[in-house]
């Protein structure tokens, strides 16, 4: 899977840790968009930690509409599953990723 753009969005905190939200497009067939999140690792690096498809629809997702899901998990289909990407495959595309200009960047100011 390779990243066609990224773009930094936003700085979450999720159980008081601080998570870099960056979405990604990709040239993946089923999951073009997603939302990739990072978090600084104590070598002073960062950590792919969960990759989310986005579906959005806003024609249809303006509301709570339990008919369509939006957003979904794909960390693990992706990354740990035998016909998928290994673990290797999560670091090289998390590489892609912070390569993208001013994604590492982003992150060194806002984590």
């Known amino acids: 899977m390779k990243v066609r753009e990224a773009q ?16 990604v497009s990709t040239d ?20 792919l930690v969960n990759l989310i498809s986005n579906d959005a629809d806003y ?4 509301f709570d509409n339990s008919l369509h899901s939006a957003f979904e998990d794909v960390t ?5 599953s035998p016909d998928h990407m290994s673990v290797n495959d999560r670091d090289e595309f998390a590489a892609q990723i ?9 992150l060194d100011r806002n984590l």
């Not at 930094?8 to 979405?23: A, C, H, K, T, Y």
């Not at 067939?29 to 600084?40: E, G, I, K, N, S």
């Open 8 to 23: 930094f969005r936003r700085v979450l905190d999720r159980g008081g840790q601080p998570f870099g939200e960056v979405e």
């Open 28 to 47: 993946h067939p089923r999951d073009p968009q997603m939302l990739a999140y990072f978090r600084a690792t104590s070598d002073s690096e960062y950590a």
């Open 59 to 62: 024609e249809v997702d303006w």
């Open 76 to 80: 693990k289909p992706l990354f740990s």
């Open 98 to 106: 912070l390569a993208y200009p001013g994604i590492a960047e982003a």
